[in-house]
């Protein structure tokens, strides 16, 4: 069996009308939910690791989850709480708020009230319970992260997409939102969900960003869930967040899966503005009827977290010093042969556009994303996500979501803090980082032969 015909099929995750026919006359399935599929991120990680587990050498760059091991202290406070079994608050332990609010007033600048506070498991969870409970239509960006349109579908709501360029860095713009808001007719509440630093585009707003799109957002008093889950992972430690600029309209989303390297833990939040206090009620509600609460053990491990000592600072540091090298090496290796992208300035991803090679694998009949990363893994061994309709993007664009976190990052994050004060260079990336080095490289040199093929 080729690559290509071990590909997740997508498809045969969803549900159909003819799953039902044995069971009964009518479809036991919501008529909105008929074409409702898994998470296509995580479907596609089981199927690379499967061809994986077949022995199959996979430069695996289609799954976007911390490389690096959790922090040493939180760990310690995870293992000394495992004996608490009793349900906690369902917005989360009181000391556990506080610390979050303290966290967001020392990084951020913020003033927020741990009364607004939500923790769940895991902001994906929060986020859905703010979409299902609102009243009104939402906004997503394109390229947008995988799971906000499904999470729009489940809860039944409509959604309208604001498309981005690789030309504005993928950012949302006031022009962008006017001419959205002008082209369809929305209901009179709105919710905006913002991804910062984005996933998948790697991007991040500055102050005059937000200073210019708070402007707007007021205007037509547009709520917005600002998703800062990569917050932590800025680059140059210059994370802005909107809820400083526009904190009357701005539900603040985080948790500690990407900087704390915490994901399989399972703990996220939402902090309301006291403007916003009904959906805070209404979301409280929401939890308490769904997940109660979350894990009691993880819960004292991020209050410890969050009180962001020492050790958590140097842990941040060092990460996201290597994330920003090995972000700076795609970008270079990349660019160098054509491909369009911009330098990442958080997370775990790079969005490159391939366009360049159009013509080339326009004469082997690949017209679209996905064929060309199904060409892409089939010849090269390199796994990428396309960027086409999962991220809110056409069919027939050659952009690809690419995680560049396949490499040990427990080695590679031991080397950096023996030699702190050192750069991180091409002989660290290719020692510490060498999955990352070989399959971008790998990319590089398929795409310059698709290019030779057309002289």
């Not at 069919?395 to 976190?405: H, S």
Request: charged share 20%; glycine share 6%; hydrophobic share 40%.
């Amino acid at each position: 069996m080729t690559a290509i015909q071990q590909l997740v099929d997508l498809d045969k995750n969803k549900v159909t009308e003819k799953d039902d026919k044995p069971h009964c006359k009518e479809s036991l399935i919501r008529p909105h939910l008929n074409d409702y599929g898994s998470a296509s991120n995580l479907a596609f990680n089981e199927a690379v690791h499967k061809m994986m587990a077949e022995g199959r050498n996979i430069y695996h760059f289609a799954f976007g989850q911390s490389p690096f091991p959790p922090v040493e202290g939180a760990k310690k406070v995870l293992a000394e709480n495992a004996n608490e079994t009793a349900y906690l608050p369902v917005a989360g332990l009181s000391e556990l708020r506080a610390s979050i609010c303290s966290f967001h007033e020392k990084r951020d600048g913020l003033r927020l009230q741990d009364d607004l506070v939500v923790v769940g498991p895991g902001s994906k969870e929060l986020i859905y319970l703010l979409i299902n409970v609102f009243n009104g239509d939402i906004l997503l960006l394109s390229p947008s992260w995988t799971t906000y349109k499904p999470q729009t579908q489940l809860a039944n709501q409509r959604v309208f997409t604001i498309k981005t360029t690789l030309e504005d860095n993928w950012k949302l713009t006031p022009f962008l939102l006017e001419q959205t808001l002008q082209q369809h007719e929305l209901k009179r509440n709105r919710l905006l969900i913002l991804c910062n630093p984005d996933n998948p585009t790697g991007t991040a707003y500055s102050e005059e960003d937000f200073i210019a799109l708070s402007s707007a957002l007021r205007k037509h008093n547009i709520i917005v869930l600002s998703d800062e889950i990569y917050a932590a992972t800025n680059f140059e430690c210059c994370h802005k967040t909107l809820a400083k600029y526009y904190p009357e309209g701005t539900v603040l989303s985080s948790g500690i899966s990407k900087w704390a390297s915490a994901g399989g833990w399972r703990l996220g939040y939402s902090i309301y503005p006291p403007e916003l206090k009904v959906l805070h009620k209404a979301v409280r509600s929401a939890a308490s009827h769904t997940y109660s609460c979350a894990s009691g053990p993880v819960q004292h491990a991020a209050v410890w977290l969050f009180r962001f000592d020492e050790e958590c600072e140097r842990y941040v540091y060092h990460t996201s010093k290597i994330l920003q090298a090995v972000a700076a090496f795609c970008h270079r290796e990349l660019t160098s042969v054509g491909v369009k992208a911009i330098m990442p300035r958080g997370g775990f991803y790079i969005f490159p556009d391939f366009e360049v090679i159009r013509e080339a694998l326009a004469r082997r009949n690949i017209t679209t994303g996905e064929a060309m990363c199904k060409a892409l893994l089939e010849e090269a061994d390199v796994a990428v996500m396309s960027g086409g309709p999962a991220f809110l993007r056409p069919d027939d664009e050659f952009t690809v979501r690419l995680c560049y976190i396949n490499f040990d990052g427990a080695f590679a994050l031991k080397a950096s803090q023996q030699h702190s004060d050192e750069p991180i260079t091409d002989d660290f990336l290719n020692l510490y980082c060498k999955p990352v080095v070989e399959g971008i490289l790998a990319i590089k040199n398929w795409v310059q032969k698709q290019l030779e093929s057309g002289k």
